[in-house]
């Protein structure tokens, strides 16, 4: 179960960068609580979008 919530995570901030990868400019908040163990990070600028994953 855990690992289809974390792949379901993972599916949603890859639906975000799919979105945003054509846009001029994209203003990203994140928010997490504090039972989160693990961080997903999302960037886009001129040159490409990046998804960065840790925990």
Known sequence: MQFAQ???KVEQELAVARRTDNTEG???EEFYDNSARGK????????GTSLKASG
């Open 6 to 8: 974390e792949q379901a």
């Open 26 to 28: 994209v203003e990203i």
């Open 40 to 47: 997903v990070g999302l960037a886009s600028t001129d040159e």
